[in-house]
């Protein structure tokens, strides 16, 4: 039995040699030698005396058996040491594991149809299964057979170039080098090269590398990136089984159904479908992208007259045109004119300021050829700003007025058609104590009359400021007013001092006696009248309205003749144009307060009962039958014939101080005291046409030039009175124009009072104030 | 009691509506609601008070007129809009689902119409409706071709896409085309922030600015969403604007566009006018490129044109004889109605010039350097009449000849410096004939070198300048913009200074100069403002270094003592006109010192009326007067500075 095992050892011994794939596959070693697990369990003794054996193999047989008995005598203890424990030690080793259950199917493979083994008795007489030698070949399972494996990893060979061996099997075996041939033979081989020469050294056996006809072939094949081997056609036909095969019979006899013969009307719906959808174009033949697109394009671009039946509608009212763009000007050119240049500051201006504060988004610049013109930076965004204002921006039509300022400006006539008018000081009359109250310029302009708050009534010659004439009329009250008779036939003067009125005839030397005489005459006639009892009989128990009487021998020397009494204070006298009749105004005269005198017949009538408001003054019209009554707000227009209101006239000032009416009659001007001076066109309307507030103090007096002149002045309680041209044309349809053309500053304002009242000269364009101060002033 | 009102019920809050209330009230996105807006030309309007239109407490900043939006409801865009919005809806919802294949159906339909896709609109409709008549839309031209041909120049981008680019190029070198066959191209300015140009057509004057050709920058924030709405617009616009004009003149359009050609950067050659009728389109066809077509061979040209002048002449002499025969023949024309007899008075007429300005430049032919700005100098000279230009090959297709030694070459335009070192050697460049070859100074005898802006300012002044002036490497006279009109006491470049300035001016200048002279000569009284020597005027300027002292003390005195100012306030009032007749009478004899205080008088004395004429004006008149007062005041003293400036430069050029 010992000598088989042996057998067996060698036999595993060879196969070890001849391949190390069945030592390192303990697989087989299980199967094979059940029994003899010492071997297995002491792998690293076996190794070792493998490695050993390799060294001596081939050279010396000797060795050989010398091995054998160590491996016997390694053996013998394991056998001692007795199965049991051994199987325990097996266990152990996960290796062996897998060959136990190895182990058991080997009573069914009895059953196996071939067996790969002998059964033979062993030493015990046990059953012991010999199993085949496996005969690795090609076709084998084995697929791990190789020859010797070198197992020196990826390193270079040359490390080995000392050393007789080249590496390590896979049992740690040395895998010498083989022989090499000497000098000659490597010459020879360098000479002729021998098929399949390659030049390398194979790794495993540190042989020349040298490949064989196949194999160069395959690597021609997988170079080329061909198929590795040409043995068969990698795609070859199908063998298309069922056409292929021509059946003879039906597969079933049913009979043929109808729709194998009958065309599909579902189908026929279908192809019907998509043949509309061919028709109405739905459904185009394919083409390219690009060319869809272009054909898309032109299909977008119609080209055809929009305006051919254009019909001209009225623009919209509401609409407003986006404005244009201004034109560029000279300094937007390339080449402007130098002057149009920025100055080194205005430069600096520019640039320093904010972006929007500035005027011009741009600075001339000035290029001195077309080519050196750079690329204007912010044309885009300036195109944008625009685009943003016709959409974004709110557009009002706003009236610019592009017209010359001057034209807003009245028609002015020219100065040297304003002319003339009083510009100068010409007099100054000083003798009156206290205030000037009242002056007046006789009909002829000689003679100038002037009343104060001492009580006298003074007249001047006009043109030396001589003083002529002068009465005290009493010495209370003052003399509120003077005024001369309008016709040039008598030289009468009218004076108003507390109640009484009176009529005198300033004689002095430039009066001819048969003047004075006229006007005495005149004065008389009425005492005729009056005694010879034509007055109409006053009602009884009822005062009259007013006494007439002589005002007393002391009085008539100096040239008054009559006296005149009323119920109140009268501060108005004006005269009616032929001289017969004159009225007076006494505001505070309440029922009383205005009063018609005549003269022919020394008759004093109140026309009106009562009255609206306190009257301020009063006059009569310079043409017609009328008769004006100012009270505080309105002006009222009487009929003296018809006897009845005609015009209420409503200058909207608050309180009256005077007004006069234009000699053409259509016309008035209103002062008052809150500043304001009005003119009124009669014909036009109850309102003022004009209001002028040139003064900074009331006004106390208006006048017309009453000569032909268009003149007006204003009197007022700043000190100064105001020149106006005020020319009423002769067409009515044209109106008036007011021109205001002198401010005569002199008098001085005493007590808040300035200029108390102004008459103009009869023809020349002089005119004659009474002042506050005392003093009354010629201007011319 | 009456009836108690609500607020916000009637009046201004119900005649305007913020945009929230109308983008709402349309039921659009805002940027929709923008693109109709522009594309109606509804804009945003101003109520008189906002407080009583605005319902919210918050300041709106924008309000309608809630009869535009209203009109706005009926828009067939509107329903576009919303079909648009319901397919990006579903499409988005598509994505949101994940479904990116149905999404991407319905992005494929959208491109197909007939699949219900994407909303397919035009605005014809918008544009008859904004434009009823053609004048109309020729009015509103300006804003249109200055946005079109600035997009022909932009650099393509996501925003700009380049078949826009490509179809405003071809709209504009269309219209262009439309200009030059009908010669209405009336005026050009070479302004730094392009070139403008001024067309009449049809009786309205039409300006747009082109931009040169550069690449634009394009700075600050610049939503080219708002822009191109606007370009998209104005191309329809311009593309039926573009085909009544050339129906007008019996052209067809689209004219045939040679898409090779284009891309050589032909552009105005590009296009190949046909007439509506085959007969008139060979005539047409030739007005643009048929030179360009037999150029490259100068000597058969020569040979063919000795031969066409021969037959002209031929026809010509024919033609004399014909005219006679034809005088009676009756014509559109006006006829010139001359006065028979003095006395009768004129009536204007319609002007005939001798010189069609369309015919300027009709018997040249141009050559143009490679430095000059091909595409605007073409344009303008074929606008003008030209018939035959060349340029330098590198300039691009279309030209008549690319051969700079072209013998038919009767000017050219040149814009680079005289290279000195090249002058002293062929002294004088254009009488040179012996050297032949094409250096930088090279002149080719019997043709006339000008720079660009001979062209320009030929054109403006409808005669043909001198070009000596404009000669190369020539400083050159000031470019004037040929659009201000002079009005009355404005400042103006091109009438002598002496004309324009005001006597006080005048009076202070020669003062000045005399001051500076110091020449205390012979006195001479010589007062013509206008006088065009200088010599003179510095002579007569003489005798007043020695009173200009003098008046300045008088002047100190007057501000010292008011009472005496108003003493001679006073005299000069009276003595007013008197002073100003004597004035005109003894103006040569006088002084000018006595000038100036005259005029000094006379100013105040102006002043005064004013200010009593001012007083008659009331309060709200008198507002609106000093407020034009002002600006005309700040106008004044532009005109003034300018004044000054070239008065100065004048000194400094005399010196």
Not at chain 1, 656 to 661: C, E, K, V
Not at chain 2, 416 to 426: G, H, I, L
């Amino acid at each position: 039995m010992g000598s088989k095992l042996t057998d067996k050892k060698r036999k595993s011994r060879e196969s070890d040699s001849e391949s190390d794939d069945e030592l390192g596959n303990g697989l087989f070693d299980g199967v094979l030698s059940q029994s003899e697990d010492e071997e297995d369990y002491l792998p690293s003794d076996g190794d070792d005396e493998d490695v050993d054996e390799s060294e001596s193999e081939g050279t010396e047989g000797s060795e050989d058996e010398e091995d054998e008995d160590d491996i016997l005598s390694d053996d013998i203890p394991s056998d001692v040491d007795g199965e049991e424990e051994i199987n325990r030690l097996v266990k152990q080793q996960g290796q062996l594991e897998i060959t136990e259950p190895g182990v058991d199917p080997k009573p069914k493979g009895d059953d196996g149809v071939e067996k790969n083994y002998r059964v033979e008795r062993d030493a015990n007489g046990g059953e012991r299964y010999v199993y085949e030698e496996i005969d690795p070949v090609y076709d084998s399972d084995d697929s791990d057979a190789k020859g010797p494996v070198n197992t020196i990893g990826d390193i270079p060979l040359s490390f080995y170039d000392s050393y007789p061996h080249i590496g390590y099997d896979i049992n740690g075996k040395k895998i010498m080098r083989p022989a090499t041939g000497d000098a000659l033979q490597s010459l020879l081989d360098s000479i002729e090269v021998p098929k399949g020469w390659t030049g390398l050294t194979d790794v495993n056996t540190g042989n020349p590398l040298n490949l064989t006809q196949d194999e160069l072939e395959l690597v021609r094949r997988v170079q080329m990136g061909l198929l590795p081997n040409d043995l068969e056609d990698p795609y070859p036909d199908t063998v298309e089984y069922f056409t292929s095969i021509e059946e003879k019979m039906p597969l079933s006899s049913a009979p043929e159904p109808k729709r194998r013969f009958l065309p599909s009307k579902n189908e026929a719906k279908q192809v019907m479908k998509l043949v509309r959808a061919i028709r109405e174009g739905r459904i185009l033949p394919y083409k390219p992208p690009e060319e869809r697109e272009r054909e898309e394009e032109e299909q977008e671009e119609v080209h055809f007259d929009l305006w051919q039946n254009e019909e001209p509608q009225a623009p919209n009212p509401m609409h407003i045109p986006a404005p244009k763009l201004a034109p560029p000007g000279y300094d937007l050119s390339y080449n402007p004119p130098e002057e149009y240049l920025p100055s080194k500051e205005e430069r600096e201006a520019w640039e320093n300021a904010d972006p929007e504060d500035r005027e011009k988004e741009y600075l001339p610049q000035k290029h001195n050829a077309l080519r050196k013109v750079p690329a204007w930076g912010s044309l885009v965004k300036e195109r944008f700003e625009r685009c943003m204002d016709l959409y974004l921006a709110p557009r009002i039509r706003k009236n610019r007025l592009n017209i010359d300022p001057n034209s807003l400006l009245p028609k002015l006539p020219s100065p040297s058609e304003l002319k003339p008018f009083p510009t100068v000081v010409q007099t100054i009359f000083r003798g009156h104590e206290g205030r000037v109250r009242s002056v007046s310029v006789d009909p002829t302009g000689v003679a100038l009359a002037t009343g104060g708050d001492d009580g006298t009534v003074r007249v001047w010659e006009l043109l030396t400021g001589r003083q002529v004439w002068s009465v005290r009329l009493n010495s209370d009250e003052p003399v509120n007013a003077v005024r001369w008779r309008p016709t040039k036939d008598a030289f009468i003067l009218a004076a108003a001092a507390g109640e009484d009125i009176f009529l005198m005839v300033p004689t002095h030397a430039s009066v001819t006696p048969a003047l004075d005489q006229t006007s005495r005459d005149v004065l008389a006639t009425g005492f005729g009248y009056a005694t010879n009892g034509q007055q109409p009989a006053q009602p009884a128990g009822k005062e009259p309205p007013a006494k007439w009487a002589r005002p007393g021998t002391k009085l008539e020397d100096e040239g008054v003749l009559i006296r005149i009494t009323v119920r109140s204070t009268v501060k108005v006298i004006n005269w009616h144009r032929r001289g017969d009749h004159f009225a007076t105004v006494s505001p505070t005269g309440q029922r009383s307060s205005v009063a018609i005198h005549t003269l022919s017949k020394h008759l004093t009538q109140i026309p009106f009962r009562k009255l609206s408001g306190l009257a301020q003054t009063a006059a009569f019209h310079p043409l017609r039958p009328l008769f004006f009554v100012a009270t505080q707000r309105t002006i009222r227009c009487y009929d003296l014939q018809k006897l009845e209101l005609v015009k209420v006239v409503q200058p909207g000032a608050k309180w009256i101080s005077s007004f006069d009416i234009h000699p053409g009659g259509d016309n008035l001007i209103v002062g008052s005291y809150d500043k304001r001076l009005l003119w009124h066109d009669l014909d036009l309307s109850n309102r003022p046409y004009k209001t002028m507030r040139f003064h900074g103090e009331a006004i106390r007096q208006v006048r017309y030039h009453k000569g032909g002149l268009p003149l007006f002045a204003d009197a007022s309680d700043d000190g100064s009175l105001q020149i106006f041209h005020g020319k009423v044309p002769n067409d009515q349809l044209e109106n008036p124009t007011i021109v205001p053309v002198k401010m005569l500053k002199g008098h001085k304002v005493v007590n808040k009072l300035g200029v108390l009242d102004i008459d103009w000269h009869p023809r020349e364009p002089w005119c004659v104030s009474a002042g506050a101060d005392g003093t009354a002033r010629l201007w011319m | 009691m009456g009836k108690l009102r609500k607020k916000g019920q009637a009046g201004q809050a119900k005649n305007y509506i913020t945009r929230t209330q109308a983008v709402k009230k349309l039921q659009l996105s805002l940027p929709d609601f923008r693109k109709l807006c522009i594309w109606k030309g509804i804009y945003p309007r101003e109520p008189r008070s906002r407080k009583k239109v605005s319902r919210s407490a918050t300041a709106s900043t924008t309000f309608y007129y809630t009869k535009d939006i209203q009109y706005l409801l009926h828009e067939p865009l509107l329903q576009k809009f919303r079909d648009q919005k319901v397919l990006e809806k579903k499409i988005s919802r598509a994505l949101g689902r994940g479904d990116v294949g149905d999404a991407a159906r319905l992005e494929r339909n959208a491109a197909r119409p007939d699949k219900t896709g994407k909303p397919r609109y035009t605005l014809h409709h918008v544009i008859r409706e904004r434009y009823p008549t053609f004048i109309d839309a020729l009015r509103d031209l300006d804003d249109c071709l200055s946005m079109l041909f600035l997009f022909a120049n932009l650099p393509s981008t996501t925003a700009v896409p380049a078949k826009m680019i490509a179809r405003c190029e071809r709209l504009c070198l269309e219209f262009e085309h439309y200009l030059i066959t009908s010669h209405s191209l009336r005026k050009s300015f070479l302004s730094i922030k392009g070139i403008y140009y001024q067309a009449s057509i049809q009786g309205e004057d039409i300006l747009w600015l082109v931009p040169y050709k550069f690449n634009q920058r394009v700075v600050g924030d610049v939503d080219f969403r708002i822009m191109g709405t606007f370009v998209e617009f104005y191309m329809t616009l311009l593309g039926f604007v573009n085909y009544r004009l050339y129906t007008s003149v019996g052209l067809k359009y689209p004219p045939k566009f040679d898409q090779l050609k284009d891309d050589q950067g032909a552009e105005l050659a590009a296009f190949a006018l046909e007439g509506v009728n085959l007969a008139a389109g060979e005539e047409t066809k030739a007005i643009t490129n048929g030179e360009a077509e037999h150029g490259p061979d100068p000597k058969v040209q020569a040979e063919v044109d000795k031969i066409v002048q021969q037959l002209r002449d031929e026809t010509d002499e024919k033609d004399d004889g014909a005219a006679e025969d034809d005088e009676e023949k009756p014509s559109d024309a006006i006829d010139k109605f001359e006065p028979v007899a003095p006395g009768g008075d004129v009536l204007p007429q319609p002007s005939y010039s001798s010189s069609d300005p369309a015919q300027l430049f009709s018997k040249f032919t141009f050559f143009l350097s490679r430095e000059t700005p091909r595409q605007s100098l073409e344009f303008i000279l074929r606008a003008f009449g030209c018939k035959r230009i060349g340029w330098d090959s590198v300039l691009g297709e279309g030209s008549f000849t690319t051969d700079e030694s072209d013998p038919s070459i009767t000017h050219q335009i040149v814009d680079r410096p005289v290279v000195q070192a090249a002058t002293s050697d062929e002294g004088d460049g254009e009488d040179n004939q012996t050297s032949q070859k094409v250096g930088p100074n090279h002149r080719y005898p019997g043709r006339v070198y000008v720079q660009p802006q001979w062209v320009w300012d030929s054109v403006n002044d409808e005669e043909l300048k001198s070009p000596e002036v404009y000669a190369p490497g020539a400083a050159l006279p000031p470019h004037l913009s040929p659009f201000v009109k002079p009005t009355q006491g404005q400042y103006d470049p091109t009438v002598p200074l002496e004309e324009q300035q005001t006597e006080g001016e005048a009076i202070d200048a020669e003062l000045e100069d005399a001051g500076e002279a110091g020449e205390a000569s012979e006195v001479e009284n010589d007062m013509d403002i206008a006088s065009d020597e200088d010599d003179e005027e510095e002579e007569e300027d003489g005798d007043f270094g020695g009173f200009s002292g003098e008046e300045e003390e008088a002047s100190e005195d007057d501000e010292e003592s008011a009472t005496l100012q108003r003493q001679r306030e006073l005299e000069a009032e009276i003595a007013g006109k008197a002073v100003q007749g004597d004035r005109k009478v003894d103006a040569k004899t006088k002084a000018k010192l006595e000038e100036k205080k005259a005029l000094e008088r006379r100013k105040k004395q102006e002043a005064e009326d004013l200010e009593r004429a001012k007083g008659m004006l009331s309060k709200k008149k008198r507002k609106l007067f000093e407020q034009m007062q002002y600006t005309n005041n700040k106008k004044s003293a532009e005109d003034m500075k300018l004044r000054e400036k070239r008065r100065r430069l004048e000194k400094e050029r005399k010196a």
